[in-house]
């Protein structure tokens, strides 16, 4: 069975603070992704990676930053938390080279203080 | 810039009715058309796609239909079901690139 995993569900972080969201992929992508999701506003990109080390930013990247140094792994990094930052952080995988489905994990959902 | 509109926002429909969901695309370029359900608390899941070159598709009480002239399309769900209550995406994008464009969700109630 397919597998996305999110590190966290829920996190309380105060403003200034730095945050860490690690996301697992057990499919051997090569594509990962983040999404950020607020109502009304769907889900946005804020950074893909088509490869280890690779990166490229979405239509957010402003506040965040990424790391990817293991296939499998793609971090999600707030350098310093702010309440505009408060969301649901959703983490996705796929294929390389096709265009298809994206496997999301369940998300984390950041309240910044 | 590329988007998608989705329409409508919330949707409430008796047990047993259909259901509607409408999203026009911008990117003339664009090929894939996914859609996704989120159930509440859950992660967002691909329930039908289209590609550019299929008119319909259909599993079993789920439909989607594709109009690329008028650069819009639909799903359909017949005989609506209480489980099918959830927030529905819809998405654009293009082969060779990565960038998938979604609408705002539409969250549909199935009243009992």
């Known amino acids: 069975d397919v597998k996305v995993t999110q590190s966290s569900r829920y996190l309380v972080k105060r403003t200034g603070e730095k945050v860490f969201l690690e996301c697992v992929q057990d499919m051997d992508h090569e594509n990962m992704f983040w999404y950020r999701q607020d109502p009304g506003l769907g889900l946005r990109l804020i950074y893909f990676s088509y490869d280890v080390k690779m990166k490229e930013k979405g239509d957010i990247p402003e506040g965040y930053s990424v790391s990817r140094e293991k296939k499998e792994r793609f971090s999600l990094i707030l350098e310093s938390a702010s309440t505009n930052q408060t969301s649901m952080y959703l983490c996705a995988s796929s294929l390389e080279g096709y265009t298809g489905e994206l496997f999301f994990g369940e998300g984390s959902r950041l309240t910044v203080l | 810039g590329e988007n998608v509109e989705q329409h409508p926002s919330t949707l409430s429909v008796q047990e047993g009715d259909s259901a509607v969901i409408k999203c026009t695309y911008s990117d003339s370029a664009s090929n894939y058309f996914p859609w996704y359900k989120q159930e509440l608390g859950k992660r967002p899941q691909l329930i039908i796609d289209i590609r550019s070159n299929v008119g319909e598709k259909k599993d079993q009480r789920i439909a989607v239909t594709l109009n690329k002239t008028a650069k819009h399309f639909s799903l359909h769900i017949t005989e609506t079901q209480p489980e099918d209550s959830a927030v529905y995406f819809c998405?654009?994008?293009?082969?060779?690139?990565?960038?998938?464009?979604f609408g705002t969700g539409t969250r549909l109630k199935v009243l009992a």
């Open positions: 998405a654009a994008t293009t082969s060779g690139t990565y960038k998938y464009i």
